[in-house]
């Protein structure tokens, strides 16, 4: 199987059972930590026995790897989804930015595991992962791209701004909720105004 194409449904699992324990791990291993986390905790917090676990994932990095692939995809749907390749730039890079911050907001426990634990993972499910993340990232570059060619955009550095786009919608894994900020969609639309201003929108 190859590292950048793994097939989904064989390393997430489609069983409920599957379902139940990343459920479980997700919130001990977003708690905790996935290095201070053990197999047996999550295994405990659904009142199974650690054996009950091994048959749907054989080991805890093959867990974070299966809510990794799992988590991102779930990202990268939600942002392409969201684009309209024939609308107008603006309104492209507005409706995906705000997916994507709505994403990390309102799934900010997957995505604190997802985004955040990269480095516990194998070298073989890293490159699996950071080729969906490059995907990711395509989206927001592509955009900004058509709107620097049609002039709706002034971008200093393309490259630069997809990274500072992404990196903000993924920091917010790392703080939402807070008391300022409780309400994904009110979040999005702030983030929305700070990305249009990275890239030189005009009128903006």
């Known amino acids: 199987m190859s590292a950048s194409a793994p097939d989904v449904a064989t390393e997430v699992g489609t069983s409920k059972a599957a ?8 919130e001990v291993f977003a708690a905790k930590g996935y290095g201070a986390t053990t197999t ?8 199974l026995s650690p054996g009950a676990v091994y048959p749907h994932y054989k080991t805890k990095e093959s867990l974070l790897f ?6 991102h995809y779930s990202a990268l749907s939600a942002i392409t989804k969201a684009d309209q390749p024939t609308a107008l730039p603006v309104d492209r890079l507005t409706s995906t930015v705000a997916a994507y911050v709505e994403w990390h907001a309102r799934n900010h ?14 070298p073989e499910h ?5 080729a969906i993340r ?16 049609s002039g709706d955009f002034r971008t200093i550095d393309t490259e630069a701004a997809t990274l500072a786009i992404t ?17 994904p969609a009110i979040l999005a ?10 890239v030189g929108a005009q009128g903006v």
């Open 19 to 26: 379902a139940r324990i990343r459920a479980a791990a997700i």
């Open 40 to 47: 047996r905790e999550i295994a405990a917090s659904l009142d």
């Open 66 to 71: 299966a809510i990794s692939l799992e988590g």
């Open 109 to 122: 426990s997957l995505a604190r595991v997802v985004q955040h634990e990269l480095r516990s993972l194998s």
């Open 126 to 130: 890293f490159q699996a992962i950071a």
């Open 134 to 149: 490059r995907s990711t990232s395509k989206v927001f570059t592509h955009i900004i791209e058509a709107g620097d060619a």
């Open 167 to 183: 990196s903000l919608g993924v920091d917010v894994s790392r703080w939402f909720p807070s008391n300022t900020h409780s309400d």
């Open 189 to 198: 639309q702030r983030y929305v105004e700070l990305s249009l201003r990275m």
